[in-house]
């Protein structure tokens, strides 16, 4: 056999290797033990479309996870970036539940017309929801939240006395301080010049005193503050929730906390969350996990912050490996230990 046949086999041999390597790692990262049943729960203003994935692996009664979505329009399982996560939730014995966004999906209603108070009652009636099912433990119930689910979770935790545990991830403190801080992560991050970042930080200076003279949306628009205006649903979800802070409730929490940071976090000033939580929550409750690399959602890397077709594919096909090392391990290992 010529060299350059031996060659050209040896290529081949590496390239079968190399897709033979990929197709069993996609199979397996994306292989998650968890059985998906969409169920229907009668909310406070309207029906939720939810998602309850129980695990393959147990006959039940299973413990609960009740997920929390963070800023903006969210499916059930946010286009499956949770479904790793209730793949880990699954391994220590729980089910997790998550409802389509008021508006999104089919759901009636519209998110932008809610205020933190109404998402509370939301996760209050899917934990009464729950009471309703024989394969669901309710003595092992927690939640997890992330971003705006910061301003959410405390108020339920106060309501109810049958939580176990809480996860919250990336939460903020105070509306105002943490849009004020997205904004400038995002104008450093795409290195907008000085002038331009100075008139980004004074159309929102502009915003935010409108609104909290209660201006409303026909001043705000007479105004010409931005040259793509916010519609009229945006303002009102601004003007409902513009002075939410979660400073006030944070002492009440009496269940353990996992509270989980990314030091890459653009969205939210971590450190002050972190300052805040172990000033205000009782010390024995909370535990505090920070992933120095990750980001707002705990992905590696800078995924989340990334658009390009590599990252879309691992997303896609390998999504468990998008978030930090430890990440997942770190919701199972919490959960179980707090629900026995």
């Known amino acids: 056999m010529s060299r350059r046949k031996k060659l050209a086999l040896a290529a081949l041999g590496t390239i079968a290797a190399l897709v033979l390597g990929g197709t069993v790692w996609i199979l397996v990262a994306g292989d998650f033990a968890i059985h998906e049943e969409r169920v229907t729960i009668e909310g406070p203003r309207g029906e939720l479309h939810a998602v309850l994935a129980t695990p393959v692996n147990s006959e039940g009664p299973h413990g609960l996870v009740v997920f929390v979505h963070g800023d903006g329009p969210a499916n059930a399982s946010r286009d499956d970036t949770y479904k790793p996560l209730w793949d880990a939730y699954a391994k220590a014995g729980f089910a997790t539940l998550s409802w389509d966004k008021p508006g999104v999906g089919g759901a009636p209603g519209d998110w932008l017309d809610q205020s933190m108070h109404d998402r509370e009652t939301e996760v209050e009636a899917a934990v009464s929801w729950a009471y309703t099912r024989p394969d669901i433990d309710t003595t092992r119930i927690g939640v997890w939240g992330d971003g705006q689910a910061g301003w959410v979770v405390p108020e339920v935790l106060a309501a109810r006395n049958d939580l ?97 940071l990314g030091g890459d976090d653009r969205t939210v000033d971590v450190d002050e969350t972190e300052s805040v939580y172990r000033r205000t929550v009782r010390p024995d409750l909370l535990t505090v996990k920070r992933f120095d690399d990750a980001t707002h959602s705990i992905t590696r890397e800078g995924i989340e912050y990334r658009d390009d077709f590599r990252v879309a594919a691992r997303t896609r096909f390998a999504p468990s490996s998008v978030y930090s090392p430890g990440y997942l391990d770190a919701l199972r290992v919490f959960a179980k230990r707090h629900s026995q």
Do not use: C, K
């Open 164 to 260: 176990r545990f809480a996860v919250l991830v990336g939460p903020a403190v105070n509306w105002l301080r943490q849009h004020e801080f997205a904004l400038r992560s995002d104008l450093s991050a795409h290195g907008a010049p000085a002038p331009e970042a100075s008139a980004e930080l004074a159309r929102r200076a502009q915003r935010v005193r409108l609104l909290e003279e209660g201006a409303g949306y026909a001043a705000y628009r007479r105004s010409g503050i931005d040259p793509e205006p916010m519609t009229p649903a945006q303002w009102g979800f601004a003007e409902r929730n513009l002075r939410s802070d979660a400073t006030a409730s944070l002492p009440g929490i009496a269940v353990p906390l996992l509270l989980v």
